[in-house]
DNA sequence: AGGTATTCACATGAAACTATTCTCTGAGTTAGG
DNA sequence: TAACTCAGAGAATAGTTTCATGTGAATACCTGT
């Protein structure tokens, strides 16, 4: 019998957070520190909706974690106060275009728009172009500015082109009353560099940039975090310090270095500690990997963990060799697909092309499960040159849950 | 020996196809008055 | 006669196939010494 009571009086003695909330990432500070620069700019250039000016359209650069979406948010809330304030008619909408059920065709955008705007679209089933002109409908109903803002706009171009912001900015010419003004947000730094230059012109009538925030910056907001989020006296010297120099590394993310704080709050805590020491910070930061990892080999597709698998045993194969005579052998893509096609003779599964294959190894390395790179054999061919990332045991772990998944051996 | 041309084994791109999901529409059916 | 049902048409999407083109350097092949 599992000692419940024990675990239970852990969890009611809680003995480490005081208000979690606080370093969950979904959780809006009031403040943002280290940003009041780029906040004030934004603001000033925002400003004139107020007057019921369109603003200019706005572009705005940043890493993951470097608090753009935090920001924009917060400006967007006083400015919505304001402009009740003193009634003038502005819309700010916001969308995230990386949520995928949100958002990533332009059928769904303008769904979302819609939706925010109050009002219902089909799914699907109808033509984009009755769409559009619904949601030009709804908007231009009265004198109003909307501002839209796009959150993660690279991934929008990306999947449907840079057509559909062009549209959107040519929307102002045929709309009567009502005035539109974008606002794009971007982790892709080199994102406007390879887009039409027409839109790229109107897209950043003006830009702001937020840098990373160095280990200096990330202890700070990490300190103001904690002593509202965590017991006085539950974290041990050098554990901020620590998680800020990890997430630094990490190109200054603050959401990864709050993460990796309350990670390791709740392993303490489960082991029933009542201090957070520097040791699991370490332990958080695996468990984080470990955790992605793990969802992402569980939740793929068929074929998707076909050729993981494929990848994985070959990995193993090549280890074998290494110890039996040292030859640091790799393997590439044809051999992948060999054996990918072997195991799906195995498991009565249609192989897929190879061209399909190779788009899904480049899957793979994108979701950091495998790490390739493209080399040129000379005589032998051009291939890309494969290995795992994932080492140790959670090999063994994920190479299980494969094995179950797929029903070999 | 030194320079050029080939050639391999895929990479990378674009377009077209397929299965599925969803709406809308209008014909046919039903139930109630 | 209004309300309901249900099949078919049309649209969008994700996942894939088909066809086409690109590519870096080891090797084969020359060339003149």
Request: proline share 2%; net charge neutral; hydrophobic share 40%.
């Amino acid at each position: 019998m599992a000692d419940l009571n024990g675990i239970f009086d852990s969890a009611v003695r809680n003995s480490i957070f005081q208000n979690k909330e606080i370093i969950q990432s979904n959780y809006i500070p009031e403040a943002i520190p280290h940003r009041d620069k780029q906040i004030e700019q934004i603001a000033s250039i925002m400003a004139p909706v107020l007057r019921g000016e369109k603003c200019s359209n706005l572009f705005i650069y940043g890493k993951t974690g470097t608090g753009k979406t935090l920001s924009i948010q917060h400006i967007s809330t006083e400015l919505k106060k304001k402009a009740k304030e003193i009634g003038a008619d502005v819309r700010i909408e916001y969308i995230n275009c990386k949520l995928k059920k949100v958002a990533d065709t332009e059928y769904r955008i303008l769904a979302a728009l819609i939706e925010l705007l109050g009002e219902q679209v089909a799914e699907t089933g109808l033509p984009t172009v009755q769409v559009y002109n619904k949601f030009l409908n709804l908007i231009d109903t009265k004198k109003q500015i909307v501002v839209i803002i796009f959150d993660e706009i690279d991934q929008v171009v990306q999947k449907i082109g840079t057509d559909f912001i062009y549209s959107l900015i040519r929307l102002n010419s045929e709309l009567s009353k009502a005035q539109i003004s974008l606002i794009g947000i971007s982790n892709d730094v080199t994102f406007l560099d390879d887009i039409d230059p027409r839109v790229k012109s109107s897209l950043s009538e003006e830009e702001i940039v937020f840098p990373p925030y160095n280990a200096l910056q990330l202890q700070d907001i990490l300190n103001t975090r904690t002593k509202m989020a965590f017991k006085k006296e539950s974290i041990e010297k050098g554990v901020i310090e620590k998680c800020a120099a990890f997430a630094a590394r990490e190109h200054g993310d603050a959401r990864r270095a709050l993460d990796l704080l309350r990670v390791a709050g709740e392993l303490a805590e489960r082991e029933g500690k009542t201090k957070v020491d520097l040791s699991y910070i370490d332990k958080a930061n695996q468990k984080i990997e470990r955790d992605k990892i793990l969802d992402i080999v569980e939740t793929g597709t068929r074929q998707f963990q076909l050729i993981l698998h494929s990848i994985v045993q070959l990995t193993k194969r090549v280890e074998k060799e290494k110890v039996k005579n040292k030859e640091i052998d790799r393997f590439y893509t044809g051999d992948v697909y060999n054996l990918y096609q072997e195991v799906c003779k195995e498991t009565r599964t249609e192989p897929l092309t190879q061209r399909r294959v190779s788009d899904i190894i480049s899957e793979l390395d994108m979701l950091g499960l495998i790490r390739f790179d493209v080399i040129s054999k000379g005589r032998h061919g051009r291939t890309r040159e494969i290995a795992l990332v994932i080492s140790g045991n959670l090999i063994d772990k994920v190479e299980k849950i494969l094995k179950d998944s797929l029903g070999v051996d």
